[in-house]
Nanobody
Framework: QVQLVESGGGLVQPGGSLRLSCAASGSIFSLHDMGWYRQAPGKERELVAGITRGESTNYADSVKGRFTISRDNAKNAVYLQMTSLKPEDTAVYYC?????????????WGQGTQVTVSS
């Protein structure tokens, strides 16, 4: 089966930086769009950033200019470099990917990694 495993979350002070990583493993034929969502307590899950296989990117307005998404297709991995972090960035961050396996295409999710921005 397919697994998405995130790493890199933690506690950081306002203005600080973190880099999230996510690696996909399993019987993967092809990775299509990948991205990061986040969910803060009491709020709905929201898109943070997305990246296509051709590396076109899109960002939530709230993170434009501060976050950068990238991917390494050879490693089946996606990354989120977060800078100038704010307390409102505090959330569980989820990696997601559209993955093709044996002619079936579906979205997969990671287990989530906590990011806390606090002094």
């Amino acid at each position: 089966q397919v697994q998405l495993v995130e790493s890199g979350g933690g506690l950081v002070q306002p203005g600080g930086s973190l880099r999230l990583s996510c690696a996909a493993s399993g019987s993967i034929f092809s990775l299509h769009d990948m991205g990061w969502y986040r969910q803060a307590p009491g709020k709905e899950r929201e898109l943070v950033a997305g990246i296509t296989r051709g590396e076109s990117t899109n960002y939530a307005d709230s993170v434009k200019g501060r976050f950068t998404i990238s991917r390494d297709n050879a490693k089946n991995a996606v990354y989120l470099q977060m800078t100038s972090l704010k307390p409102e960035d505090t959330a569980v961050y989820y990696c997601t990917a559209i993955i093709e396996i044996f002619s079936t295409v579906r979205r997969y999710w990671g287990q989530g990694t906590q990011v806390t921005v606090s002094s």
